[in-house]
C-alpha cells in the first residue's frame, strides 16, 4: 500500500493510459481544461449512472430533468448572479498573480474555516490576522478584494451588444427551479419530491487547478429537495447522510472524509455543510448539501410573475416550498475515487500499481485475453461477444500474459479472463482476481453471473 499518493501520480497514470488528457493538448493544451479519454468516459460514465441509478431511479419521489446550459438571462437576474454574484479576488502586488480570497483561507486553514459567506471585510481581516502569504512568491502584499463575476458571457444573434447577452450556465440548479411547476403539474408530483439533473456549468475560476478538482467546465449531479419549510431540516440530515453513505459505498475511505457544518450562513439559509475528502492536496469540499429556505422559488415568482407555489390537496394550505439542495461535481468525485484508487503493491520481484475501483466503476469489468493468439483469438472473440452484452469488457491480445495482467491492474479491471486450450475442449476459463490475483475455473456459461452478481450497487 503506498504512503502517500501525490496528485502527480494520478496525473500521470491517467494521461499514460487514456483516462485524462489536457484539452487542446496538440496545440499546447488550454489550462484547466481537460478531456477524457476511452478509459475516463467509461469511469465518469459509471459514476454518473451510480448516482443518478441511487438518487433517481432508486427514490420514486425523485425526477430527472435535462434542462439548457442557455436560458433566458432573467433567470440569472432572479438568481442574483448578474448582479451581485462574485467570486472575491485579491491580487499579489509582488508577483501580479490573482487568487481568490475566500480559497485562500480554506486552503491555509486546512479546510477549517468555510470563507464561502464572509464578507469582504472579514475575509480581508481573516488573510491579515493569520499573516496569509502569496502560495506563488511567499509575498504579503494583497490589493483590496474586488469582486470578479465569474459567469462565461455569450451573445446570441448576429449582433453583439448587451441586449443580446447571455452566459453559459454556473450552476445546474436553476434548471429545476425554473421546472417546479411543470414537474410538479406533469408527474402529479405531490411535496416532498425532488428534481435532479446531471448536467456541464461553467465558471471563469479565478484559481482554477488541481487536475480535476477546480476547471472552468464541469458536470454536477445534483437535486432539489422541495418541502414544507416544518419538515426541511429533517430532509437537510436525510441527505447530509445519502450523500456520504453515496461515496462510502463507492469505495472512498471512511478516514478521508469528514462532515464540515458551515458557520457562517447565506441570509435566507437555516444550514450548510459540506463533505470533504482528504484529497493529496489536503481536506477539500467534495459536495454541498444547502437549506435554501424560499429563496429561490420566491425570486424567481417576484422575476417571472408566475406563483411559483404549491397547495397541499388535503389541507389546501398554498405555500411556497422550502428547498434542501444536494450537489456534486463529477470530476471533483472522479479525482477523489482514482486518489482512493491508486496502489503501488510490493510483489515478490516486482511492484505492480493496481487501481482498486470498486467493480461498478472500473471502467471495463472484464478483460478477455487469448493465451496464445494463433490458437485462442478465435474462441476469445466469442466469449468477448457473449459477455460485452452484460457489461463493458475490453479485448487485448497483445505480448505475454504476465504483461497484460499487469496492464488490466493498471486500469483497474477487476476480471481477467484467460482463453485457453481448455476453453477450446471443455468450455472452461480462468478467472483472475485484480485485487487477490487469485485464479479460479469456471465454465463459460457461468461466468455473466459469477461477474454481475459481484458488481451490484
Ligand atoms: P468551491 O467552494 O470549491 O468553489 P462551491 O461551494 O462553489 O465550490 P457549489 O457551487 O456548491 O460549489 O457546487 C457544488 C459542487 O460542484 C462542489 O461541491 C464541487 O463538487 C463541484 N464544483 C464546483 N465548482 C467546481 C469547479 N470549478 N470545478 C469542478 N467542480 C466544481
Redesign the pocket.
Known sequence: MKEKVLMEDIVNLCKQYGFVYQGSEIYGGFANTWDFGPLGVELINNVKHAWWKRFVNEDFRTYGVDAGILMNPRVWEASGHVESFGDPKMDCKKCKQRFRA??LI?EYSNGEVAA?AMSNEELEKYIDDNHITCPNCGGFDWTKIRKFNPMFKTSRGTLENDADTVYLRP?TCQGEYVNFLNVQRTSRAKIPFAIAQIGK?F?N?IT?GNF?????E?E?M?LQKFCHDKDSMEFYEDYKKRAMDFILDLGLDKEKLRYHDHDKLAHYAKAAC?IQYKFPIGW?????I?HRGTWDLSRHSEFSGKKMEYQDPETNEKYIPTVIEY???V???TLALLCEAYDEEKLENDTRIVMRFNPVIAPYKVAVLPLVKKYHKDKAEEVFKILSKEFTCTYDDTGSIGKRYRRQDVIGTPWCITIDDNTINDNTVTIRDRDSMQQITLPIDEVAKYISDKIKF
Do not use: A, V, Y
Open positions: 475566500d480559497n480554506e464561502e450552476e456549468s465558471r475560476e482554477p480535476l478538482f477546480r476547471t472552468i464541469f454536477q445534483e459540506d477539500e469540499e467534495l459536495n454541498g444547502h450537489s456534486i461535481g470530476g471533483r468525485l
